[in-house]
């Protein structure tokens, strides 16, 4: 049973480009979860969703940020005209959505904007 | 709202010694509470996680925690480590609610295992 499957696992982009990071979820999971880790800090929650909806982008930043989960396909986390802050690690996540349900993590995205 | 404190950013300790992470949380609603694992450039694994009942919780890899809701506390130990557990921990707190998998993640402690 594969896990959350994230790629690419790095990605190197320059200042002013678009990033698309892309997420499967585990199996049988429908909702999905993005964190950033920023370097020397924890995981900060961006956005929880499921198949055609955003649940809860409470964390997501205001501008260049988006995040979709189509019925068909991956979750894709969108960021556009990059700046050296994006530069981190972006996690997803992915539950069947019941409390208290374990949450499964991929291995993550890194991107560095140069 | 909801806060997790990890009040040690680096633990450094010798193989085969005990070890004590130190999570504290704050909240005005009741929580679940986890532990995760991040090893060099890779994802989060759970360790463990409290939801109810008992308030002692036996992880993977010999870990365990305990819950205190008088000291809002739920503190990672092992009784011997070893080098393999050099690792970052991180202590997270379900959001309000219980919301599905929305986690408050603490700053991580580095645990290092020396020889």
């Known amino acids: 049973n594969a896990g959350v499957m994230q790629n690419p696992r790095h990605l190197v982009r320059r200042r002013g480009q678009e990033a698309r990071l892309r997420c499967s979820p585990m199996k049988g999971h429908s909702h999905v979860y993005w964190y950033r880790q920023l370097p020397e800090e924890g995981l900060k929650f961006m956005v929880y969703l499921q198949k055609e909806n955003i649940i809860d982008e409470s964390g997501m930043p205001k501008e260049r940020f988006s995040a979709e989960f189509p019925k068909e396909g991956p979750s894709i986390l969108r960021i556009q005209q990059v700046v050296r802050g994006d530069s981190a690690a972006y996690f997803c996540?992915?539950?069947?959505?019941?409390?208290?349900?374990?949450?499964?993590f991929g291995e993550g995205s890194w991107l560095t904007v140069v | 709202a909801q806060s997790v404190t990890q009040l040690d950013s680096q633990v450094p300790v010798f193989e085969e010694a005990p070890v004590e992470l130190r999570c504290n949380y704050s909240?005005?609603?009741?929580?679940?509470l986890f532990w995760y694992v991040q090893y060099p450039n890779q994802g989060l694994q759970l360790l463990l996680k409290?939801?109810?009942?008992?308030?002692l919780v036996k992880g993977i890899n010999g870990f365990e925690a305990e819950f205190n809701k008088s000291q809002t506390s739920f503190h990672l130990r092992k009784p011997s480590v070893h080098i393999s557990d050099t690792a970052e921990y991180f202590c997270?707190?379900?959001?309000?609610?219980?919301?599905?998998?929305?986690?408050?993640f603490g700053q991580g402690t580095e645990l290092s295992v020396k020889p």
């Open positions: 996540a992915s539950s069947r959505g019941d409390s208290g349900n374990t949450i499964y």
């Open positions: 409290y939801l109810s009942g008992s308030t």
């Open positions: 909240s005005s609603v009741s929580v679940y």
């Open positions: 997270a707190v379900s959001g309000p609610y219980n919301q599905g998998g929305k986690l408050i």
